[in-house]
C-alpha cells in the first residue's frame, strides 16, 4: 500500500491499540472495573496513609519544635517509691526534686550552657477585683519568653531588676487576662493568690500547647489549663515560702520542691547530647531517687524522625502488598481474557498480524486496566486525607512525589502482570485459536 | 453475467499460460497422534493459476482442513514446496508468514469469525491496520468495500447487529481489503440459510468474474458444479482434478 513515516506508523499504530483496548474492555464493564479496583485501592492506599502518617509526623516534629530544639527540660517529679511510705505519715513534709544546687552545678560544669530558666509553680485560686479562677502562680525570670519563644502581647515582662528587688509585678497569660479582666486594660490592675497582691505590667501569648489542647475541647478552658500568673522567682519565694500546703479534699498535704522545672539552652546544636549526658550525670549523684524527669526535644525529634522512618517502611510494605495482589488479579483476569479470545487472536494471526502485535495489543490493555485504575485511586487517594483532616481534625500533608510514585508503581505492575498472559495469547498456534469454541 | 443457480456452470477465467499464483510440489503434512505417525497429506502436486475459481472437495478427514491450513499459510508442510506469487513460504519464519498472509491471502470462515467489539468499518480495516496502513487511508477502502458487498448504511453496526449473511459479507470485505492474490474461503455458506448462500455465492462469482483467484473449501456438491474447476481430495492426495467447463 502506501509508505508511511515509521516514526508515524507506531504513533498511529499507540493510538489504534489504545482505542482498540479501551474498546475490548468495554464489552465486560463491570468485570473490567472490578479488576482494576485491587489497584484504585492499592494506590489510594500509599498515597492516603502516606499523607496522614507525614501529616503526624509534622504534627509531632512541629510540638517538640516548640520545646526548643537546642533546649533540655527538666522537671521534678514526685517519686513513686516513696508514696507508699507517705500515706503512713501524711503529716510529713515531702522534700523531692530539682534544687537551686543542681542547676549551680550544671551551669558550672557543663560547657556549652548558656542559659537556664529555672520555675517553681503554685497552684491556688487567682482573684482580679471581684472574677476567680484556679490558676497557677509560676515563678521565673526574666528571659522566660526569649527562652520558650512567647511572644509578650500587651505590656512588658518583667525585668531582672525586679527580679532582683523582689517586686510584686506579674505577666497574665491571654486566656487569664481575659478570664479575669473582661472589660478593663489588664495592665496595672493588681491580682492577688492568698493573701499577696501583683501588679500586672503585660500580657503573653499563651502556651501553644495549651492553646492546641483547648481548641480541640473547643474553648473549655475552665479546668484551670493555661491559667498562668507568671512572677520573678524571688518574689514566688518571698511571699509563699519554701513549703507548699495543698488543702485538696479534705486532706492535707506538704511539700517541699525547690524547682518544678528547669531549662537549660545550649549554645551549639551539635553539642546537645554530650550536654543531656552531662546533666544527667550531676542529677543521678546529686539525686537517691529518681524525682526529675530529663527531656530532650533534640533527642525526642530524632526519635521521631526514626519513628517516621519505621512508619514509612511499613505502610510501604502494606502498600506494596495490596499493589500486588491487585497485579495479581489483574494477571488472572487478563489470563481468562486471553482464554477467553482465543479465536479473536486466531482471526488476527490469519488476517497478518504477528506474534508482536498480539503481544502489544494485550500487553496495552493491561496497562490502559491498571493505569485507569491508577488514575482513580490518586483521585480516592487525594480525597481520602481530605475528608480525613475535615472530620477528624488531623493534619495530612500530601507530598506531590506521592501520587506520581503512586501512580507509576501502578502502569509498571500491568506491564509487570501483563507481560506472561500477552506472550501466551501471541504463542497461540493460529491454527487451533481458529478452531476454538 | 450468467443467471444464477447451482446447475449453470461457469466459464473458467484462469489464465494457464500465466505464472501460477500457487504451486505445491510434493507436499506433506505429517502428525504425531500419540505414537502413531499420521500423513494427512500425501504428496500433494498442484498449480493455481490467476483468476482460477476452485472447489476443494472431499469428505471429512480426507485432509481438507490440512490444504487449508498449508494453503493459507497458517500452516507448513512437513515435506514438498509451496510456492506462493513465486515466493517459498515453507522456509519463511513465523513474522514473514503472517506478512505474507496479510498481504496475499483473503481468508473467509464458516463462522464469519468477525471481531465482536469492532464495527463492520472496523472490521473490514483490520488486514490493512496490521499492513501499516494508514487509518484515513484504511477507512475509504472499507468504506468503498462495505459498499460494494451491500452494507454502505451499516458502516457503524457491530457483528452481534446483523445477520448470518451480513455478517458473512463483512468477512468478504475483510478478505478484499488487501487486494489479495488468493480468496480462500472455507465452507462460506455452511451456516447459512440457503437464500443468505446464494447470495454470497453469487458474490464470489462477480469476484470471478472481476478477475480475482477463489479456492472454496466445501462438502457440499451441489456447491461445488457451480466452479469451473473441481478439485477432490481423497485420503490426503489428490483424487480428480478437473475443468468441468473449461474451454482449455
Given at each position: ?16 491499540s ?14 473490567s ?13 500509599v ?20 520545646l526548643?530544639?537546642?533546649?533540655i ?37 557543663v560547657p ?11 497552684k ?21 519568653p ?8 500587651r ?25 479575669l ?5 489588664p ?5 492577688r ?16 500547647a ?35 500546703f495543698k ?28 550536654a ?5 550525670h ?13 527531656t530532650?526535644?533534640?533527642?525526642l ?20 502488598i495490596s ?8 494477571m ?9 479470545r482465543?479465536?479473536?487472536i486466531?482471526?488476527r494471526r ?7 502485535d ?6 496495552i490493555?493491561?496497562?490502559?486496566l ?8 490518586v ?30 508503581i501502578s ?17 497461540m ?5 481458529l478452531?476454538?469454541? | 453475467?450468467l ?9 473458467s ?26 500423513k ?11 483468476g ?20 493459507g499459510c ?12 513465486g ?20 481468508f473467509?470462515?464458516?463462522s ?10 472496523e ?7 496490521y ?6 487511508e484504511?477507512?475509504v477502502?472499507?468504506?468503498e468495500?462495505?459498499?460494494?458487498v ?5 458502516l ?5 447487529e446483523?445477520s ?19 480468496i480462500l ?7 447459512l ?12 462469482d ?5 478477475g ?6 466445501t ?6 458444479k ?12 489428490i ?10
Amino acid at each position: 500500500m502506501s509508505a508511511t513515516l515509521p516514526r508515524e506508523l507506531t504513533l498511529f499504530r499507540l493510538k489504534r491499540s489504545v482505542i482498540l483496548g479501551i474498546k475490548s474492555l468495554w464489552m465486560h464493564k463491570l468485570r473490567s472495573l472490578l479488576t482494576a479496583l485491587g489497584i484504585v485501592f492499592g494506590v489510594a492506599s500509599v498515597i492516603s496513609m502516606l499523607a496522614i502518617g507525614e501529616g503526624a509526623s509534622y504534627e509531632a516534629q512541629q510540638q517538640i519544635k516548640e520545646l526548643g530544639s537546642q533546649n533540655i527540660i527538666l522537671e521534678s517529679v514526685k517519686p513513686t517509691n516513696t508514696t507508699t511510705a507517705g500515706e503512713q505519715e501524711r503529716s510529713l513534709i515531702l522534700e523531692y526534686g530539682l534544687t537551686y544546687r543542681d542547676i549551680a552545678q550544671i551551669q558550672a560544669t557543663v560547657p556549652g550552657v548558656t542559659v537556664t530558666v529555672p520555675t517553681r509553680e503554685i497552684k491556688d485560686f487567682l482573684w482580679g477585683g471581684p472574677n476567680s479562677v484556679d490558676g497557677v502562680a509560676i515563678g521565673t525570670v526574666a528571659w522566660f519568653p526569649t527562652m520558650k519563644n512567647r511572644d509578650i502581647v500587651r505590656g512588658r515582662y518583667f525585668n531582672e531588676i525586679e527580679m532582683k528587688d523582689r517586686s510584686p509585678v506579674c505577666v497574665l497569660t491571654e486566656s487569664l487576662s481575659r478570664k479575669l479582666f473582661p472589660l478593663k486594660d489588664p495592665i496595672g490592675q493588681t491580682v492577688r493568690m492568698q493573701t499577696s497582691y501583683f501588679r500586672v505590667v503585660g500580657v503573653i501569648e499563651d502556651d501553644p500547647a495549651v492553646a492546641a489542647a483547648s481548641e480541640d475541647l473547643k474553648g473549655s478552658s475552665e479546668s484551670g489549663e493555661g491559667m498562668e500568673m507568671m512572677i520573678p522567682i524571688s518574689t514566688l519565694e518571698d511571699h509563699f515560702g519554701e513549703v507548699l500546703f495543698k488543702y485538696r479534699s479534705g486532706s492535707f498535704e506538704a511539700e517541699k520542691v525547690e524547682l518544678h522545672e528547669v531549662t537549660a539552652r545550649i549554645d551549639d546544636p551539635d553539642r546537645v547530647m554530650p550536654a543531656a549526658l552531662a546533666i544527667q550525670h550531676i542529677l543521678e549523684r546529686n539525686h537517691k531517687e529518681v524525682d526529675y524527669k530529663m527531656t530532650v526535644p533534640l533527642d525526642l525529634l530524632r526519635r521521631a524522625e526514626r519513628t517516621k522512618q519505621i512508619f514509612n517502611i511499613v505502610l510501604g510494605s502494606i502498600a506494596a502488598i495490596s499493589l500486588l495482589v491487585g497485579g495479581i488479579g489483574i494477571m488472572n483476569i487478563m489470563l481468562a481474557t486471553v482464554t477467553e479470545r482465543t479465536r479473536e487472536i486466531g482471526i488476527r494471526r490469519a488476517l497478518g498480524a504477528k506474534k508482536k502485535d498480539i503481544v502489544f495489543q494485550f500487553l496495552i490493555e493491561t496497562v490502559i486496566l491498571s493505569g485507569a485504575g491508577g488514575v482513580l485511586g490518586v483521585a480516592l487517594g487525594l480525597g481520602v486525607p481530605l475528608m480525613v483532616s475535615y472530620f477528624a481534625g488531623m493534619v495530612t500533608i500530601i507530598q506531590f512525589w506521592a501520587p506520581t510514585l503512586a501512580f507509576g508503581i501502578s502502569v509498571t505492575i500491568g506491564i509487570l502482570f501483563g507481560i506472561y498472559p500477552a506472550f501466551r495469547a501471541a504463542d497461540m498456534n493460529p491454527v487451533e485459536a481458529l478452531r476454538h469454541e | 453475467m450468467l443467471e444464477s443457480g447451482s446447475t449453470v456452470k461457469l466459464r473458467s477465467r484462469a489464465d494457464q499460460n500465466a505464472d501460477p499464483v500457487i504451486e505445491l510440489r510434493g507436499v506433506e503434512k505429517h502428525y504425531l497422534m500419540g505414537d502413531f505417525l499420521v500423513k494427512a497429506l500425501k504428496g500433494i502436486d498442484l498449480k493455481i493459476f490467476p483468476g482460477d475459481y476452485i472447489s476443494i472437495l472431499g469428505p471429512s478427514g480426507c485432509g481438507k482442513s490440512t490444504m487449508l491450513n498449508i494453503l493459507g499459510c497458517l500452516d507448513q508442510p512437513t515435506v514438498g514446496e509451496y510456492f506462493l506469487d513465486g515466493v517459498d513460504v515453507a522456509q519463511l519464519t513465523d513474522d514473514d508468514l503472517s506478512s505474507v498472509r496479510g498481504k496475499k491471502l483473503g481468508f473467509i470462515f464458516q463462522s464469519y469469525n468477525l471481531i465482536q467489539q469492532l464495527s463492520v468499518v472496523e472490521n473490514i480495516e483490520v488486514p490493512l491496520y496490521y499492513q501499516g496502513v494508514h487509518e484515513d487511508e484504511s477507512r475509504v477502502i472499507a468504506v468503498e468495500l462495505a459498499k460494494k458487498v451491500g452494507l454502505g448504511k451499516r458502516l457503524d453496526h457491530k457483528p452481534t447487529e446483523l445477520s448470518g449473511g451480513q455478517q458473512q459479507r463483512v468477512a468478504i470485505a475483510r478478505a478484499l481489503s488487501n487486494d489479495p492474490s488468493v480468496i480462500l474461503a472455507d465452507e462460506a455458506t455452511g451456516n447459512l440459510d440457503s437464500k443468505s448462500g446464494s447470495d454470497i455465492l453469487q458474490i464470489f462469482d462477480d469476484l470471478n468474474a472481476e478477475g480475482k483467484t477463489l479456492i472454496m473449501i466445501t462438502h457440499d456438491e451441489e456447491m461445488a458444479k457451480r466452479t469451473p474447476r473441481v478439485i477432490r481430495l481423497k485420503d490426503g492426495e489428490i483424487g480428480y482434478d478437473t475443468y468441468l467447463h473449461g474451454d482449455k
